[in-house]
């Protein structure tokens, strides 16, 4: 960071390209310009940008400026609130001088540009900030390739355009990771605009692999461990019958929901638990959220160089949750979770674009609310083995309990969550037809008893033709 001395040296610098005074201290997208333009270094310096707030534009400090906590925190925030992405390298600190405090946020040239905010390149223009142009754009996509050092931005060779769902790209992604205004002016190529965002290497002419992981039509050529392994097995260890087994192998972009919608169709579970000897309360095995959450960082933290799976195993007494690859870069032991670093920038940044991570760096500690509230043990982070991350978590104990008292006796129900979603579909009168296809069941009768005999003995659900039962052209519908 910055010392004193050097701070009122800068205030009166004539660099102004890499300093920007301000003595607003509520404009955070002004700030979050800044600091995104700091980021991209377009005059290529490689010298750290300041945004220093409680300065004028004349280098002299606002009289009587006080820096708030409240001030730091806020302006700290801004580097993983996701809308800076990738996220900059930055610093906060507060410094007192006799005519009044002044806040100073320093920004290392990011290697990963171009950075956006909120889908738009800022660059400075001297003392200027404004949206990159094409050629601007160009010249920080070219400086990634050269600095390129992570796996999922290196090209892979053996893959073509035509291997990417290219409609996926153009119509799914593409508006989500760039401004609107911004891509409809865009007159340049498909694989030109595929490459500002790290998806095309121009010098290699072919898709990088963080293109083939979320949006190829077929991933696991290419990658060979780029899929996730589900084994259920009868007992607490790997000797133990298996229950179950999916591979899960399309690309990311098709792969997360059907990941998400089968953890809570197979792997999460309620059963009744008796309060009183009228009353039951559902309790939920795993909270749905943080499974969730840690398959996500299982995708975006794994080495893709590794030809292993993300191991996805449940046991009777456990979930285990494996990926290759250890702790990353600055994160270790001793500071994990507080510190983190990102093996596949790319990947992260597309996660974040596509609505699967809302805020960066706080996964764990939301994993451990989770867990938490819903009553189940403490979750055994595995992070001192160097080549793979391991996390290990425990059911809620008031099930471990019902299984163990009330073993062939009681049955899992469907989550509410089930129930609402049929509910709401059938707010149209449906035939079982059409049920089946929409909750992804084959099973009839299963699902008869499972799903529409409780509803319908609870008054929430109604047969169109109550008097014939069996009748083909029956149809349910929500009361």
Known sequence: MITKEELRQLLKSTETYRIERTVSTGNKDKFSEAICAFSNDLPGSHKNGYLIIGAEDDGEIKPGFKVTDALLKNIAALRSDGNILPIPTMSVDRFAFPEGDLLVCEVQPSPMTP???????????????????????????????????????????????????????????????????????????LEEQMASVGLYDMDSHCPTNAAVILFAHRPKQFIPGAYVQYVKFGGNDKASD????????????????????????????????????????????????????????????????????????????????????GLYGKARPENFPHVNDYRNPIIAEALKNLGYVNMFNRGVSRVKELFKENGNPPIDFNVDKITVFEVVVKPNSEVKKVKAGHKGRKKLIPSQTEFNKLLQYCSVPRTMPEILSFMGYSDRTKFRNKYLKPLLDDGKLAMTDPEHPRSSIQKYKTV
Request: aromatic residues 8%; neutral net charge.
């Open 115 to 189: 950075v956006r905010y909120r889908g738009r390149v800022f660059v400075r223009i001297g003392p200027r900030r404004d949206i990159a142009s094409e050629d601007e754009e160009r010249i920080l996509t070219e400086r990634r390739t050269a600095n390129m050092a992570t796996f999922d931005v290196t090209p892979c060779l053996r893959a073509k355009l035509s291997d990417l769902n290219v409609d996926m790209i153009r119509n799914g992604y593409l508006p989500k990771a760039v401004d609107a205004d911004v891509l409809a002016a865009d007159n340049r190529s």
């Open 242 to 325: 298996i229950l179950n087994e999916r591979m899960f192998t399309s690309c990311l972009f098709d792969l997360l929901p059907k990941l998400d919608t089968f953890t809570e169709n197979s792997v999460v579970t309620t059963r009744p638990v008796p309060v009183t000897a009228f009353r039951e309360e559902q309790v939920v095995n795993y909270p749905r959220e943080a499974i969730r959450e840690l398959l996500l960082n299982a995708v975006m933290h794994r080495d893709y160089s590794s030809n292993m799976p993300i191991r996805y195993y449940e046991f009777s007494d456990r979930l285990e949750i494996m990926n290759a690859g």
